[in-house]
């Protein structure tokens, strides 16, 4: 028996079960705050959290551990009550993230 052969058998196997999907729905969105609130409730933003759009893209993107999900209900909807700058802000962070993360997704309903 090689001394390979001899350690592999005396390791063992750890399995990890995945971390539970956290989702997030955003509903009744009319203003910055109502998601910035949403999602600090939802996902666990650390308290730091600067509530503004690049402090969300730095939180979303290496501070909340995955994975999780964002559910936008009613967004089209939103957009009117955000205006334009925030919504597709949101939008581009939103799509950003889920990008360059494999354990985020994104849902528009």
């Known amino acids: 028996m090689s001394m390979r052969t001899s350690k592999r058998r005396r390791m063992k196997t750890v399995r990890r079960t995945p971390a539970p999907l956290k989702t997030c729905e955003?509903?009744?969105?009319h203003s910055i705050d109502d998601v910035y609130d949403q999602l600090q409730i939802a996902l666990h933003l650390p308290q730091y959290f600067g509530r503004n759009l690049d402090a969300l893209y730095d939180s979303l993107s290496a501070d909340v551990k995955g994975p999780y999900r964002i559910v936008w209900h009613g967004h089209a909807r939103s957009?009117?009550?955000l205006g334009e700058l925030y919504y597709e802000?949101?939008?581009?962070?939103f799509r950003a993230v889920a990008g360059e993360r494999d354990d985020v997704q994104l849902e528009l309903d």
């Open 79 to 81: 957009a009117i009550e």
């Open 89 to 93: 802000g949101l939008l581009d962070i």
């Open 26 to 29: 955003l509903t009744h969105i």
